[in-house]
């Protein structure tokens, strides 16, 4: 009980107030120190020369992207020489790839900025009434010095402007805007496909009959369908069959990967001195893909049997969402700032020391994000993936944290007492 007061009253001195003014401030700077040289740098070429492809009508999926790298003085991946982007994704970006470089590089820039100020805004309004002003402060702190942003804005990622449009997505649900709230995840996953995992939750859960269901069902597939047509068969087509498994060669023996499919692979092969057999590697990745799906299929098991309580059903999906990915990279963790929010706003209701430790250790596992170095180190390869995957173990030990609190409200299913 001591102990809990006096971490009470630490959370009441002002000081932190200054200091959460000054890490953002200090992280603000130090974005603006790197980022001018990541123009020529990964992952905006990839985007910029990809579309510019197809503005030269031609399709990216069948073409190396190298020499254009070179004769425009940007950076090449060998290991990705092609498209692993959705044509989806591709298009979207195509107005950019029209600009020079730089110019390019600024707007999509601008467009990172204004999606992590929505998805910090919309996290506000919809905790409004539990999180308060100098909460917000701390929640904005916290998000932008964390590692997971940074890496964000140092790789030109998307992931931002998903997390927004998820985010948004629950926002409108919240409200009855269901059939906004399931286009908007759509829009999400045909960018870049992992964000389907959200589109049962927001189907099962929209308000209305069932015909009024099998309708937004019905919107959503139009809305895939008419986004394939219109932005080419024979683009998609390519992309799975060449992107795709380019991309899937990636997932493999490095470091800032920190999901259950690539987190099993990874140790499979590495029994084979990362050399395994085609069917070998066939084994270890359906293995990886099979787990990825269980943590998946056990969060929406969780859901049915929890007590209804929507903002932890949606936070435990948006995990699982991470934790069941094949590719999930230390910028994607940008999903978690509401999910963390909501647990710290738990732990605040019902505090302890065990759970105000536990949940600064998850944040601390969470932000144990190392910068890809290639290939993992050859010396002791096992203790190297167990150490690699701190992320992960905080990541699975959040979803536990929201699984139990959704968990705590399951009696008032049946009429019984809240525990």
Known sequence: MKTLNWLKRAGQNRLLDVGAILIIVLSVWRLAIVLPSRVWGFDFNHFYISSRFLLAGQNPYLKSLEPMSREMGFEFARDLPIPHYPPSFL???????????????????????????VLLW?????LSERLSRRGWTFLCGATIASQPVFMQFYFSQVQLLLAAMALGAYACHRRGWDT????????????????????????????????????????????????????????????FRFGIPVAAKNEVGRNFHYALPSFVTNLGFASSGFSPSPTIAHFWWAIGSAAGLLVIGLAYFFCYHGGGDEEMEFCLVCVAMMAGTVTVQGHYFVWLVFPVACAALRVAARPSVFRVLF??????????????????FPNSIYLRILINYFPFYGLMALGLFLAQELLKRAPLRTGGVNS
């Open 91 to 117: 298009w979207l970006f195509a107005p950019l790839a029209s600009l020079p470089p730089r110019a390019a590089f600024n707007v999509w820039l601008l467009g990172e900025i204004f999606s992590l100020g």
């Open 180 to 239: 906004p709230a399931c286009l908007a995840i759509a829009a999400a996953g045909l960018l870049k496909f992992y964000p389907f995992v959200l589109l049962p939750w927001f189907l099962w859960r929209s308000k209305g009959s069932v015909r009024a269901r099998i309708g937004r069902t019905l919107a959503v597939l139009a809305f895939g369908l008419l986004t394939f047509l219109i932005t080419g068969p024979q683009l998609w087509r390519d992309f």
């Open 122 to 126: 919309v996290a506000r309004l919809l």
């Open 359 to 376: 949940l600064g250790l998850v944040v601390l596992l969470l932000n144990e994000i190392t910068p890809p170095s290639g290939s993992l």
